[in-house]
Each structure stands twice: as structure tokens, then as C-alpha cells.
């Protein structure tokens, strides 16, 4: 591969790792609790394959759309 396919595959990938991480960033603020410091636990985490939770399913789209 040429350099620039190089530059440019990795700037796609950092742009992409970055963008991942600012939704994760701005999700964990939407979902802490306005009094206290909302730390999720592990239950939390596994909520977003429940298929019966709204969060995931109206967030994920949107989230996998603004990545792409």
C-alpha cells in the first residue's frame, strides 16, 4: 500500500475511535443522575441488549449514523 492509503486508513480509523468515544462521553453525562455522579455499573451496561429498552434502540441508530 502506498503511504497515502496509509494516512488516510488511519486517519479514518482515529476519526472513527474518536467519534465512538465522544458518543460514549456524551451518553454517560446524558445518563447520570442530576444530584450525584452517576457511575454505571455492569447491569447498566448490559440493559443496551435488552430489546425492551427505548434508550438503546432510538440512540444506537443516530449514534451509527453520525460514525458513518
Do not use: C, E, Q
Not at 492509503?5 to 451518553?27: E, N, P, R
Not at 455492569?42 to 441508530?61: E, Q, T
Amino acid at each position: 500500500m502506498s503511504v497515502r492509503v496509509k494516512l488516510t486508513l488511519s486517519y479514518a480509523a482515529f476519526l472513527t475511535v474518536a467519534g465512538g468515544v465522544l458518543i460514549g462521553v456524551v451518553w454517560y453525562f446524558l445518563l447520570r443522575s442530576r444530584s450525584t455522579l452517576y457511575l454505571p455499573t455492569l447491569h447498566d451496561f448490559l440493559l443496551v441488549l435488552n430489546p425492551n429498552n427505548f434508550g438503546p434502540r432510538i440512540f444506537s441508530p443516530a449514534a451509527l449514523s453520525a460514525l458513518v
